[in-house]
């Protein structure tokens, strides 16, 4: 088994420690703050005593067989709100509306997987009725923003001939422009219904769901030709749980402890381009 060790902060000397904790064979610098532990025994206790002293030094730690590249994949699927990008924008539309403390405790709950994720977006949307619909755009242009690394493992995965997909229990108003400004392949998005310039309270259409999400994973890759198994899916909340379990490399972002206890790959400090350093070549 082999042990990527990065952080966007870390000293060589805890990389260099790390691998020896978990009794690496070879060690392959990536970068001057990513390296290669090959030759590594992923024992339970192994995995628990790195996994452990690696968090303590703001080191993302990823298991993961030898051999596997970008190669192997032939999508990355990605969650938006707190993944691609790094606000909730339903939050920061309801800051619009003097409501973000009451909507953001609602977000977080159902993104612990603490209440149901359709429910509870119902609920957020119709706090925003009446608002006018230009409040969407000044989320965009003002506070919505790419997280770190995102452009780079974008560019990386489409050079590398991957097909990209933003499915998002978000908005449609956001997945359009970020399709446009990165040059995406496919997205998918609640639908808000503006009625007279504001906004109804209520979504247009089905909600994008967890159950959604991974259909809609798993119909991409049906249009692809390719089994789910080749597709990276990547996401922070529990609604994204159920794609990331279909698909072949799922990576938690900045994730909530119930997605990062079930993903293959925790980024936790790295930047979203921290994949790319657990399938380098």
């Not at 024992?43 to 030094?57: F, I, K, S």
């Not at 970008?70 to 509306?97: G, H, N, R, W």
């Not at 003002?142 to 933003?166: I, Y």
């Amino acid at each position: 088994m082999n042990l990527i060790l990065q952080g966007p902060h870390a000293a060589a000397d805890d990389l260099h420690a790390l691998a020896a904790l978990a009794g690496a064979e070879r060690i392959s610098p990536l970068s001057p703050a990513a390296l290669r532990a090959e030759g590594v025994a992923a024992t339970p206790d192994v995995v628990a005593a790195v996994q452990a002293a690696a968090l303590a030094a703001q080191v993302d730690a990823t298991f993961i067989a030898p051999g596997r590249t970008l190669a192997d994949f032939s999508l990355v699927a990605m969650d938006m709100d707190s993944t691609l990008i790094t606000i909730e924008c339903i939050d920061e539309i309801a800051d619009m509306q003097g409501l973000k403390a009451q909507v953001s405790e609602i977000t977080e709950a159902a993104m612990r997987g603490e209440l149901d994720f359709a429910a509870s977006l119902t609920r957020r949307v119709a706090l925003l009725a009446g608002l006018e619909a230009a409040a969407l755009e000044r989320v965009y242009e003002e506070r919505l923003r790419l997280s770190p690394g995102a452009e780079r493992m974008l560019a990386a995965v489409q050079a590398a001939g991957l097909k990209t997909l933003l499915v998002s229990g978000g908005f449609t108003f956001f997945t359009d422009r970020l399709n446009t400004r990165l040059g995406l392949d496919y997205t998918h998005a609640n639908v808000l219904e503006v009625e007279d310039g504001r906004l109804t309270g209520r979504v247009v259409g089905g909600i994008v769901d967890a159950e959604e999400k991974m259909r809609t994973v798993q119909r991409v890759c049906a249009e692809l030709g390719v089994p789910t198994a080749r597709a990276i899916v990547m996401g922070d909340g529990a609604n994204d749980l159920k794609m990331m379990s279909v698909g072949g490399l799922s990576v938690a972002f900045r994730a909530k402890p119930v997605v990062r206890t079930q993903a293959d790959v925790a980024l936790n400090f790295s930047g979203l381009d921290g994949v790319l350093a657990v399938l380098a070549t």
